[in-house]
Structures are given as structure tokens and as C-alpha cells.
């Protein structure tokens, strides 16, 4: 187990690279260059340049979160091709500067959804909540709003350009079926796998977060037989996912634990993080303690541990303990506390 911290890069995150040295066992950042938009080739100086902030500190940038997919290529629209050639450049550039995993996602219009970013919990820390009955009866617009007036940071996935043209996407995504999504990722892996194994760069798709239809969109990467479904799509080992416990957590009927011992091959990359499941399926993101919500961490690492797993770990998200002010999800305290949870399983099943 490798374990990386997400940092948003330099004038963009509250948590400093200093910081992020001082929790014990991390050895590397998992960045992106969040101000390239959609679609666009990362320029190698760029990315040439967070590769040396990262190692002044003794950090690898073996991981990359996110490069995102335009959504003319989920669209499946005919401009598509510019934007995956694009991507493969992207994928070359990445390579030159030593980077091993790329982590993305293929959810239509938004990224992660949830209801409340600073929700109080009984002893008083905030944290990430989704209110299931309030989505499933909410105007995106109307999210988008809320969101918007909780935070005065740009987050990924929730990228201004993206937003303005919410209306337009949703008109296109109208006829787009689920099995024209399915066929849209397959168009996409058919592309862009043999360059990623070429370059020797694992491509890591990040289930759905939450793992359900939001605002009547598809979502593909669900459940345990959907992401069998989509590592046989493009049957090679170039073409992997990221395994996040916290989204597919979300369904109480997911089996994280089968999934591991059935996927590890193709798991490189792991977000750990636990959350509480109410009764009307609402969550609230908890600390990483598998008593304190309704994910096995636990047995988690255990799987991870018996199938000698040897890829990159990220704790997910944190909840905002001990007043600290900084991106919903992305504080120090207590991302750092649940590294700590889990070098703690990890080490007690090593000394056995
Ligand atoms: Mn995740």
C-alpha cells in the first residue's frame, strides 16, 4: 500500500506541501492542473513544474486526479475525436514526467453530488451530506445555486464553464440512453487504452459518486456487476478503476470487500473513506473509524492486505474538525487522522 495525499497545487489549497510531510508514510501527491479545461492538452512545462514543487518536498506525482473527459466524448458528438486526441497527448506528456495512474471519471455533467458541504454533525464537525429525498426531488439549477453560495472556491468537477452551460447539457444528454453512454465509454477506451499501455499508464475510472441515476442521467460505474462490465468492455490491464470506497459505499448492497478479492489486479488506485447510511438513503461522509459509519474500513484494508495489494491509497475525504477552514472534504486534520486509522490496520495485520 502506497499512500498519497490529494494536494490542489500551489495558491490553490489551504493544506500546505509542508504539511502534508509531517503525516507519517506519504510518499507522494495525488494533482491535476485544475485550471485546464476539459478537452485541452496539459502542457508538459506545466506539468513539469508541480513535478518539481512536489519533489522539493521528497513527493512523487505518480498519481494524477483528475484528467476529465470532455463531454462531447460522453455525448458520443462527432467534435469528440479532437478532444480524445487531445487526451492522448495529454497521456504522453503525463508519461514523460514520470506518471503512473490516471484517475477520471464518466459521469454526465457532474461530478461528485451532494446536498450540504458543511452539514454539523453531534459533536460538532462539519461534513459532506447528500439528502437523497431533496435530490431526487431538486432542480439541478437549484443545487448548483446552493453549492455556489456554500463556497467561494472552484472544485473539481463543479468548474464555472461547466455550470453556465447546464441547461444546454442537459438538452443534449436527452437522448442520450444508457447503453449510448456505455457505447460512448467503449468508443472512448478503444482510443485511448493502447496509447495509455504504451506509455505505461494505468487508466483509472472512479465509480459514479453517489452510485445512482442523478436528475434522470445514466450512471454506468455502480455496482459490482457494472464494473465487471466495464473491465471486460476493453479486457486489458491498461484499463482499470479507482476504487472508492466512500461512492460505492453509498449502496448498502455494494460488497466492497468481494470486489476487492475479485478486482485487485485492476484496482492501482484506492480512495478510502467511510460514511453513515440513513434510512431514506441519505449519507453524511464520517471519519474513517469503520464503528463510526456503515463501511467495513476494516475488513477493507484486510482484503487489500490479503491480496498483497502494492497500489497508491488516498484517504477519500475528511470531515472539517478542530475549526479549520478549507475545501469541503479537503482539510488536513482529518485527512491525516484517517491515514493514521489506516496505517494502523495495515501494520497490525504486516506484524502477523
Ligand atoms: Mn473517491
Not at 484528467?67 to 478532444?83: A, C, F, M, Q, S
Not at 506528456?93 to 454539523?120: H, S
Not at 493502447?194 to 494505468?202: G, Y
Not at 482499470?240 to 466512500?246: E, F, K
Request: glycine residues 6%; hydrophobic residues 40%; aromatic residues 10%.
Amino acid at each position: 500500500m502506497k499512500m498519497v495525499f490529494r494536494w490542489f497545487g500551489e495558491g490553490n489549497d489551504s493544506v500546505s506541501l509542508a504539511q502534508i510531510k509531517q503525516i507519517p508514510g506519504v510518499e507522494g501527491i495525488v494533482w491535476a492542473l485544475h485550471d485546464m479545461p476539459a478537452g485541452e492538452v496539459w502542457p508538459l512545462d506545466r506539468i513539469l513544474e508541480v513535478k518539481q514543487q512536489a519533489e522539493k518536498h521528497g513527493f512523487h506525482i505518480d498519481v494524477v486526479e483528475s484528467v476529465n473527459v470532455h463531454e462531447d466524448i460522453k455525448l458520443g458528438l462527432p467534435t469528440r475525436d479532437t478532444y480524445i486526441e487531445n487526451y492522448k497527448e495529454t497521456i504522453r506528456n503525463l508519461a514523460r514526467a514520470g506518471v503512473k495512474v490516471i484517475c477520471y471519471n464518466f459521469m454526465p455533467v457532474f461530478d461528485w453530488t451532494r446536498t450540504d458541504l458543511f452539514k454539523e454533525m453531534e459533536d460538532g464537525s462539519t461534513a459532506l451530506f447528500l439528502d437523497k429525498v431533496k435530490v431526487d426531488n431538486m432542480d439541478p439549477q437549484e443545487l448548483v445555486k446552493s453549492i455556489a453560495n456554500d463556497i467561494n472556491v472552484t472544485m473539481p468537477g463543479w468548474e464555472p464553464e461547466r455550470l453556465k452551460a447546464l441547461s444546454r447539457l442537459f438538452d443534449a444528454y436527452k437522448s442520450v440512453t444508457r447503453d449510448d453512454l456505455w457505447n460512448n465509454l467503449h468508443y472512448f477506451l478503444q482510443e485511448i487504452i493502447p496509447v495509455a499501455e504504451e506509455n505505461d499508464i494505468k487508466m483509472a475510472i472512479h465509480p459514479d459518486d453517489p452510485p445512482w441515476d442523478v436528475f434522470g442521467l445514466p450512471r454506468l460505474i455502480v455496482s459490482h456487476e457494472n464494473v465487471r462490465k466495464f473491465l471486460n468492455l476493453y479486457d486489458n490491464p491498461y484499463n482499470c478503476i479507482t476504487l472508492c470506497t466512500g461512492s460505492l459505499g453509498a449502496n448498502p448492497n455494494n460488497d466492497i470487500v468481494e470486489m476487492i478479492h475479485e478486482f485487485h489486479e485492476r484496482i492501482p488506485f484506492s480512495h478510502i473513506r467511510n460514511l453513515k447510511i440513513y434510512e431514506d438513503g441519505s449519507f453524511i461522509e464520517t471519519s474513517h473509524r469503520t464503528e463510526d459509519g456503515s463501511v467495513d474500513i476494516t475488513n477493507i484494508v484486510k482484503a487489500y492486505h490479503e491480496n498483497g495489494f502494492s497500489g497508491y491509497v488516498r484517504p477519500d475525504h475528511g470531515r472539517h474538525i478542530w475549526d479549520e477552514q478549507c475545501r469541503p472534504g479537503y482539510g488536513l486534520y482529518d485527512r491525516a487522522l484517517g491515514i493514521m486509522y489506516l496505517w494502523g490496520i495495515w501494520d497490525a495485520l504486516q506484524s502477523n
